[in-house]
């Protein structure tokens, strides 16, 4: 069965200073990983997704097959970063569906 | 094109009343999903259609759950005898295809209160 771990509900940092949100996945097959976010009284938009190597709005995520890993990071958090993110990996089945893990809320202080 | 749109936002209904949501995807989109989300958790897949075919359903979805896009348009997702325990964020995506197509937008969401 596939799995999506984030570890940390909440993290906390102030402006500027470097984010590493955490995510670790469980799956059988090739994974396809996605981050997205969810800004205050909006909806869930995606961020990035792992096979297009971008970086969107200073993030970036790497995924490490060998860790299990797609964490999610940035240099230097700024304020309107401040929301939910959610990692999300999908199965490569006939539906695609998208397995959430349980989100980290971000909130950056000046 | 303002994106996947679902009605109702929210919803409050008694213990054993039937409700019904709508989502009307991105026009085009031959994918629609539906999902739940529960406070504290992320999204939770409950079923899937391409065009008018449901291909999909999650064992979350019990036989009082029932879905529908008659047209392969429009979807409804429709719960009866509703309990407590359904009180969540119901979710509706669309996507364009299979592949590196398989991009979800979401909508909203419309969020029930079972009292």
């Known amino acids: 069965a596939q799995r999506v771990t984030q570890p940390e509900k909440l993290l906390s940092v102030f402006k500027g200073a470097p984010v590493e949100l955490k995510c670790n996945y469980s799956y059988s097959g090739s994974p396809e990983l996605f981050w997205y976010v969810q800004y205050s009284r909006q909806r869930l938009q995606l961020l990035l997704r792992h096979i297009s190597r971008e970086s969107i709005k200073g993030f970036t995520a790497d995924l490490n097959k060998g860790e299990t890993s797609f964490h999610l990071k940035k240099p230097f958090a700024q304020e309107e970063d401040s929301a939910m993110y959610y990692c999300a990996l999908m199965s490569t089945g006939t539906a695609s569906k998208l397995t959430f893990g349980t989100g980290t809320r971000l909130q950056v202080t000046l | 094109d303002t994106g996947v749109s679902q009605d109702p936002r929210h919803k409050i209904t008694k213990r054993g009343q039937n409700v019904t949501f709508r989502c009307d995807p991105i026009?085009?989109?031959?994918?629609l999903y539906w999902y739940r989300q529960t406070l504290g958790q992320g999204p939770e897949f409950l079923t899937y259609?391409?065009?008018?075919?449901?291909?999909?359903k999650s064992r979350l979805l019990s036989d009082r759950f029932s879905a529908e896009r008659p047209k392969g348009s429009f979807s409804t997702l429709e719960i009866q005898r509703t309990e407590q325990g359904d009180s969540a964020m119901y979710l509706c995506?669309?996507?364009?295809?299979?592949?590196?197509?398989?991009?979800?937008?979401f909508g909203a969401g419309t969020r029930l209160s079972v009292l």
């Open positions: 026009s085009e989109h031959n994918r």
């Open positions: 259609f391409q065009n008018e075919a449901q291909l999909e």
């Open positions: 995506a669309s996507s364009p295809g299979s592949g590196g197509k398989n991009i979800q937008y």
